[in-house]
């Protein structure tokens, strides 16, 4: 008998789950955010009478405050390996292919808040790909971001790495990049992404959030000090055009 009843109470669960609209994915709210969901539970549920619906009142700040937040235009793994770019259609454009189901997969849509595919960058028109970077350019309020993110794992000589990065606000790389690397904004390498772990970054705002941001401190980690992005620089910037320059040293 009992059984049969869990199996009648995980019918009714997939029957509503698959309901159209029964779920919304959303970028992932902020501590603040969930205080307030939390702070209008814990109100409604310690109060009696017509003074209990007062917890109403954060639970809808909490709700409106959601819908109001940004998805984060670019998603970084925490070693570099894959990055998320939204905002160019439906669709979740990744920097490395990756299969229908894998958690990778599932773990960047959601944390974008997009329900579409994910679409390989080299895949994509408006990216200029060659085995070792992939270049793309994205236009957010009204301004336009260069990006360049490594995949391969040749050599790159450093004269050609520099110049590459010199024209490029953000740069995302698996592995280790010479200080001769300096993008405009952001030099997200091995090096960095070992303090900060993976990003979620609005270029909007210029808003970059880490999961080192939402780790405690305990005996085996300790958080490390606030990360903060370069101001971008003043003056025309250098020309983005055609694909990316690095190819394999000799």
Known sequence: AVGKSLELLLWLAHLVAGQPGAVTMMPGMTGGMFALFVAGLLWLALWSGRVRLWGFAPIGLGIAALLLTRTPDVLVSGDGHHVGITGEGPDLLVLRAVREESYTRTALLENAGMTGDAVALEDWKGARCNPDFCAISLVRGGRKFDLLMARGKDLVAIPVLAAACARVDIVVADRRLPSACKPRLLKADRAMLGQTGGLAIDLVSGRVRTVAETQGEH???????????????????????????PTPSQ
């Open 219 to 245: 005996g085996w980690f300790r958080r490390p000090p606030p990360w903060q992005p370069r101001a971008r620089r003043q003056g025309p910037a250098p020309a983005a055009t055609g694909a990316p320059n």
